[in-house]
């Protein structure tokens, strides 16, 4: 029993490792000009990492796993991220034609994780997204379009 145990945890300590995103790591994006960058990336935290909410910035959209990104490229201006639902969240960027960040991040709820889009600025953002995440594969779709 004793080695039954030990190898359900291995088993399960295995398939944790496989829940954060596989992909590229960080690549800087271009834009065309009068458009803004904007990275939504999602450091690696064990807690919640099965959820993957949709993340929608102007008509895009794109769900992001754990230590992923995705990079919006949107006309500049006012810019609305968000994660839809009773418990989303939603932050507006005054959107230069520049990069901006926007890190997801979860809290606990009473029976499941709430999103938190969060504003980060250029020095901490560059530091974080180039040591914990990674492109998410292209399975991104048209606001406009759902």
Request: aromatic share 10%; charged share 20%.
């Amino acid at each position: 029993m004793k080695h039954f145990s030990f190898a359900i945890t291995a088993a399960f300590a295995l398939y944790l490792a496989g829940c954060a995103v596989q992909g590229a790591p960080f690549e800087k994006a271009s834009a065309p000009p009068e458009h803004a960058i904007v990275y939504v990336y999602r450091p690696y935290n064990y807690a919640c990492s099965l959820l993957r909410p949709p993340v929608t910035c102007g008509d895009e959209t794109a769900r992001i796993g754990p230590a992923g990104y995705h990079v919006f490229i949107v006309p500049a201006g006012k810019v609305v991220c968000e994660v839809p639902g009773e418990i989303g969240d939603r932050v507006e960027l005054q959107a230069e034609p520049r990069v901006h960040y926007v890190r997801e991040e979860f809290g606990w709820g009473v029976l499941s994780g709430h999103p938190h889009l969060d504003p980060i600025d250029l020095d901490q953002a560059q530091t974080e997204i180039q040591h914990c995440c990674v492109k998410e594969p292209e399975n991104v779709s048209s606001a406009a379009v759902q």
